[in-house]
Nanobody, 121 residues
């Protein structure tokens, strides 16, 4: 079973950028890899997903135009470049895999432990 490990979170200010990484313990095959985020008291919100080859990408409405998802299959790594961060981006960010293009967290598997992103004013 594939294990995913997220990294790259931290404390930043409004308008700053961060790049998150999701490293898989092995090849994810032809699966999509998605990013979700969760704040205390809320469910997991879809952020972005990417196909194995990178040709298919989808973004959540709240991050479209500011976040970019990419992947390097040679390193079994998926990245989430986050620009122009807002206070409302504060959350724990998770990555997971799915056999299909999905925005529903229930359709994803192999969840990592998450990385905290905190945006302050």
């Amino acid at each position: 079973q594939i294990q995913l490990v997220e990294s790259g979170g931290g404390l930043v200010q409004v308008g700053d950028s961060l790049r998150l990484s999701c490293i898989a313990s092995g090849p994810t095959g032809d699966h999509f890899v998605g990013w979700f985020r969760q704040s205390s008291g809320t469910g997991r919100e879809f952020v972005a997903t990417i196909s194995w080859g990178g040709s298919q990408r989808r973004y959540g409405d709240s991050v479209r135009g500011r976040f970019t998802i990419s992947r390097d299959n040679s390193r079994n790594t998926v990245f989430l470049q986050m620009n122009n961060l807002k206070i409302e981006d504060t959350a724990t960010y998770y990555c997971a895999t799915s056999p299909n293009l999905q925005k529903d967290a229930a359709r994803y598997y192999n969840w990592g432990q998450g990385t905290q992103v905190t945006v302050s004013s």
